[in-house]
């Protein structure tokens, strides 16, 4: 009896230890040399207030990516963001806050904070819920089995959530990564 509960103490820590293939597929699908530009629907909750918006994110490297929406873009180029509001042309430039987790660390594979649980593979899906601990967020995440996402909702407190429906995947051919350049009448620099 003591070897059985040993061994399987043993496969126990095995399974566990073992990497989920899924998240690895999703980051080689987002992670792609030539970019990945995806076309999105984006439901946002703050509180009592909803909002729906179309883009485009086009994502260049895990620390280079863009979305852009009809009213503005936001373009990151390692630790420095830039949002650009069309509406009022206002061109906002900041540092991203280190160690601060969003919906595009989840985009773009970044997992490192991000405690999967059991994967539930369907005939197509596989969609997984997760949590980000550190920051007391949760989440779930549908991906294609080829790795492609297909939605990823993350709830940041109590009424307060991002559900990003995926329309499209193409790889390459990122047009608005490499173009931007706002001509924004009043530039805000907010970095230290």
């Known amino acids: 009896m003591k070897n059985v ?20 597929k999703f980051m080689a699908a987002m992670n792609d040399p030539k970019g ?3 076309s999105v629907e984006i439901q946002q909750k703050q509180f009592e207030t909803n909002s729906s918006q179309s883009g ?3 994502i260049f490297t895990d620390d280079h990516y863009l979305l852009d929406t009809a009213t503005e873009t936001v373009h990151v180029a390692g630790d420095t ?20 987790m969003n919906i595009f660390n989840l985009i773009t594979g970044d ?13 197509t899906l596989v969609a997984m819920d997760y949590d980000i ?5 949760s989440g779930k995440m549908t991906i294609l089995k080829n790795g492609q996402p297909k939605n990823i909702k993350i709830k940041y407190g109590p009424n307060q959530s991002v559900d990003l429906s995926v329309n499209s ?14 001509r924004a009448v009043e530039v805000i620099d907010l970095r230290e």
């Open 5 to 24: 509960l040993s061994l399987l103490s043993m496969l126990s820590a095995w399974i566990i230890a073992q990497t989920n293939p899924w998240e690895e």
């Open 36 to 38: 990945v530009s995806i």
């Open 56 to 58: 485009t994110i086009e």
């Open 81 to 100: 963001i830039q949002t650009w509001n069309k509406v009022t042309n206002q061109l906002i430039i900041d540092q991203i806050i280190e160690g601060d």
């Open 111 to 123: 997992f490192k904070n991000v405690v999967f649980g059991p994967p539930i593979v369907g005939e």
């Open 133 to 137: 601990p550190i920051m007391g967020y």
């Open 169 to 182: 995947y193409t790889k390459g051919k990122l047009v608005l990564y490499h173009t931007f350049s706002p």
